[in-house]
């Protein structure tokens, strides 16, 4: 990450960022925020979601860093879609997906900020709805639907998603289409303030038009909403001019926590091979290093992931995600006091940090200490109803919970809870009646159950 002096920020432009307010067109924020609630379901169900806690928190970090540049409130979230394609989109309410192809293009976290304005810029000047007019009243939902329907079709063919895009394209007036290009380089031009006024450096985002020009020919910065438009010279040409006229940041081509990042999503994504990052720790790269341990962890070959840590250890340098693997290494092992000693003080002195957090939760659930984990877990959770993982977690700690006289109604409570925000949204209902009736004569359960289901019901209505 490559931050700007604080003098550039006393010194900066005033930027024009245009008030989007309400007026012909707009939707209410709340069925936004239903609507990308839908889709983040649909994504999750239809797509190949990534759910790693200490990755997601990474990205985070530096969406969180471009958000609090904006007036939006809080998100629906971050996803990652394991596909190796250069990809990602928004959607109204707040939803925002990466394809963690975009990740392993780029160079350096300067890019992924570029990618993440962007996207932003298009929901806080609520493009969706801005241009719900140009659709000539086809629902806005609808339109949520093609983003996911091309998404799919992409997993099998790179060029399907495009052609399902190109098929909604062949119904618009050129004026339409028009609209939504400026969209674009409103875009990039809002974006690339976001990202300048969070430290980042500007340059990048042009940087990165050239590596996704590279890439394809056909794809724009991102197929946005339910529209791709190439990606034009005359656009990249803007793009740094925008960046030359910002005071200059400096910028970090090889930042050593963004070849962590990169070569661990290559890892968790089965895209590196074990020759690869073995050359790659001969060159001493402590990110090599670390990659490797994590792939001989993924194989299941713990005797030569703990090798591995240990000549990291000799090296004196700490890292959280070091700690995590060295934990899943004793985990894997069933070693759980060692397991224990390793995460326990970390995730102590970080407790905000989600990933040691769900790790030591993970390590107290195979110690049979399910009160423990709960509690670790229930403040991540309810911060952020939708986070999947925290949901599995709680299910698992139920499980082992015998001494409770709602163990039974718990796991299926929880368990509907990820099979919700999984997509599975037949399945959830169902689940939670199943605990209804298990806890009809707990009156105060009984009326928790009814307004989860009743909820439930009504967001199922929703159709993409």
């Known amino acids: 990450m490559a931050w700007a002096d604080a003098a550039h920020f006393s010194s900066s ?6 008030e989007i307010g309400s007026g012909i067109g707009l939707i209410d924020r709340q069925n936004e925020k239903m609507i990308g609630e839908k889709v983040y379901r649909e994504v999750q ?28 409130g809080q998100p629906i979230g971050l996803v990652l879609v394991n596909d190796a394609q250069i990809n990602a989109f928004a959607v109204p309410g707040g939803l925002f997906a990466l394809n963690t192809g975009m990740i392993t293009s780029a160079r350096n976290m300067d890019e992924i900020a570029g990618v993440m304005a962007h996207e932003i810029a298009h929901v806080t000047q609520r493009h969706y709805s801005r241009s719900q007019d140009a659709f000539k009243g086809q629902s806005l939902l609808a339109l949520a639907g093609i983003i996911v329907g091309a998404l799919v079709a992409s997993q099998a063919d790179g060029n399907a998603g495009a052609a399902v895009m190109m098929g909604s394209q062949a119904a618009l007036m050129d004026q339409q289409l028009t609209y939504s290009r400026n969209q674009e380089r409103e875009a990039d031009r809002i974006g690339m303030q976001y990202m300048y006024a969070a430290g980042y450096n500007p340059q990048s985002m042009a940087d990165y038009f050239e590596v996704m020009h590279r890439a394809t020919s056909r794809v724009s910065f991102l ?3 339910w529209l791709t438009h ?22 970090s081509m090889r930042d050593e926590n963004f070849e962590i990042l990169k070569w661990y999503t290559l890892v ?3 895209q590196a091979t074990e020759l690869q990052l073995q050359n790659l720790a001969k060159q001493e790269s402590f990110a090599g290093e670390l990659a490797l341990a994590a792939f001989y962890n993924q194989q299941g070959d713990y005797v030569l992931a703990q090798t591995q840590l240990n000549q990291l250890k000799k090296q004196n340098k700490l890292h959280n995600l070091l700690t995590l693997i060295q934990t899943d290494v004793y985990l894997g092992q069933n070693k759980l006091d060692d397991a224990y000693q390793t995460i326990a003080s970390s995730a102590r002195i970080m407790p905000e940090n989600r990933a040691l957090a769900y790790k030591l939760a993970e390590v107290f659930i195979r110690q049979k200490q399910p009160a423990q984990a709960n509690n670790l877990v229930q403040n991540f959770v309810n911060q952020n109803p939708r986070d999947i993982a925290g949901w599995n977690l709680l299910q698992q700690s139920a499980n082992i919970d015998v001494a409770s006289p709602l163990r039974a109604v718990n796991v299926l409570r929880y368990r ?21 009736r298990l806890a009809k004569d707990n009156v105060a359960m009984s009326a928790q159950l009814k307004q989860r289901i009743d909820q439930m019901q009504k967001e199922r209505q929703l159709r993409i």
Do not use: C
């Open 13 to 18: 432009p005033q930027f024009n960022v245009p």
């Open 268 to 270: 968790i994504t089965n």
């Open 223 to 225: 197929p946005d909403f």
């Open 416 to 436: 509907a809870e990820v099979e919700y925000w999984s997509g599975l949204e037949e399945g959830a209902i169902k689940s939670l009646l199943h605990a209804q």
């Open 45 to 72: 169900h239809q797509l190949p979601v990534t759910h790693n806690t200490w990755l997601e928190d990474q990205l985070l970090s530096v969406f969180s860093n471009i958000l609090s540049q904006t007036q939006l």
């Open 230 to 251: 190439p990606l034009t010279t005359e656009r990249m040409s803007e793009a740094r001019l925008r960046a030359n006229q910002l005071p200059q940041v400096k910028g």
